[in-house]
């Protein structure tokens, strides 16, 4: 069965650096988008960002310090964070989708499968 297992969640101070990784299996891991959302107590999952064939997406709040990116022979995607502020705490997800419409990933709905997810937690 499908399944994507996160990984790499910590604490980390103001400014430093986390890496995480998703592992996924059950599918055919270079047929399918791959993506980070985020989500907080008593808010909406947010989009992060997304990797498809060729090309990758972010959101605005992380463009310039989180970097997405895949390792196929692994079914691994990975999300380095860089420069990270306490707004970034949360609990991240990684998803799988069908849908190479790069103008759908920033939607949660067009993502199939999805992980437990790992906290992230930015403090002092």
């Known amino acids: 069965q499908v399944q994507l297992v996160e990984s790499g969640g910590g604490l980390a101070q103001p400014g430093g650096s986390l890496r995480l990784s998703c592992a996924a299996s059950?599918?055919?891991?270079?047929?399918?988008?791959m993506a980070w959302f985020r989500q907080v107590p008593g808010k909406e999952r947010e989009f992060v960002a997304a990797y498809g064939r060729d090309s990758k997406l972010y959101a605005d709040s992380v463009r310039g310090r989180f970097s997405i990116s895949r390792e196929t022979a692994k079914n691994t995607v990975y999300l380095q964070m860089n420069s990270l502020n306490l707004e970034d705490t949360a609990n991240y997800f990684c998803?799988?989708?069908?849908?190479?419409?790069?103008?759908?990933?920033?939607?949660?709905?067009?993502?199939?499968?999805w992980g437990q997810g790992t906290q992230v937690t930015v403090s002092s």
């Open positions: 059950g599918f055919t891991f270079s047929e399918r988008v």
């Open positions: 998803a799988a989708s069908f849908s190479f419409f790069e103008t759908t990933w920033q939607d949660r709905r067009s993502f199939q499968y």
